[in-house]
């Protein structure tokens, strides 16, 4: 186990809707980043944050937004969502950004859009 | 663009034997990381082993080792002595040294580990 949780494990939505997703960060770790991947694919990197602000982002549109909270841990908010979001995501926590500390996953929340 | 490529979908091995698992990456940088992660079914990453790529010497974990090769932008894992723990889908990932402020991971698409009995 790496001290990482995500809530919650699976969801269905349809399309259009709102979802926001959850993650706990180890003990200690104040840089979250999240990624998300498609069935059969590798992660594909969102964005990351580090002590509450964004601290860089990946090919992904504005509907992607996040926040991270003063206790450092996460949330993931996708709005207006399409059929391809449908994907597992998954957050990742390490100590400190800019610096290549190792990243620890969570178990990630499979998302269903239909 | 750093690109990770994992030309091996899947791969088999049987139990106690030795199995190694590709990865060819690309990149302008000189100074940077390279990890390897397993995900098993459980949909978990863990870290198996991670190389700097400033030090010449092959990391090492256990059963774990990787051939890294700079020039030819190539960094491969072998598994020894594979156990059924063993089996699940491993994840190439490169991440810049200094990458601006994010240690972003791109990683390749997998390859897909079954050992058998």
């Known amino acids: 186990e790496t001290g990482v949780t995500q809530s919650p494990t699976h969801l269905i939505k349809t399309r259009g809707q709102q979802v926001t997703l959850r993650c706990s960060s180890q003990s200690g770790h104040n840089t979250v980043s999240w990624y998300q991947q498609a069935l059969g694919q590798g992660p594909q990197f969102i964005f990351q944050?580090?002590?509450?602000?964004?601290?860089g982002r990946g090919n992904f549109p504005p509907r992607f937004s996040g926040l991270q909270f003063p206790n450092y841990s996460s949330e993931l908010n996708v709005n207006a969502l399409e059929l391809d979001d449908s994907a597992l995501y998954l957050c990742?926590?390490?100590?400190?950004?800019?610096?290549?500390?190792?990243?620890?996953f969570g178990p990630g929340t499979r998302l269903l859009v239909l | 663009a750093q690109t990770v490529t994992q030309s091996q979908p899947e791969m088999s091995v049987q139990e106690a034997e030795t199995v190694t698992l590709s990865c060819t990456y690309d990149?302008?940088?000189?100074?940077?990381?390279l990890f390897w992660y397993k995900q098993p079914p459980s949909r978990q990453m863990i870290l198996v082993i991670r190389?700097?790529?400033?030090?010449?010497q092959n990391a090492t974990e256990n059963r774990f080792s990787v051939n890294f090769q700079k020039a030819a932008k190539s960094f491969s894992l072998k598994i020894s002595d594979s156990q059924l723990g063993d089996a699940a889908m491993y994840f190439c990932a490169y991440s810049p040294r200094y990458g601006g402020a994010t240690n972003k991971l791109i990683f390749g698409t997998g390859t897909l580990l079954a050992v058998q009995p």
């Open positions: 990149t302008s940088e000189s100074d940077y990381y």
């Open positions: 944050y580090y002590r509450e602000e964004e601290n």
């Open positions: 990742a926590s390490s100590r400190r950004a800019g610096r290549q500390e190792t990243q620890y």
């Open positions: 190389q700097e790529a400033y030090k010449q």
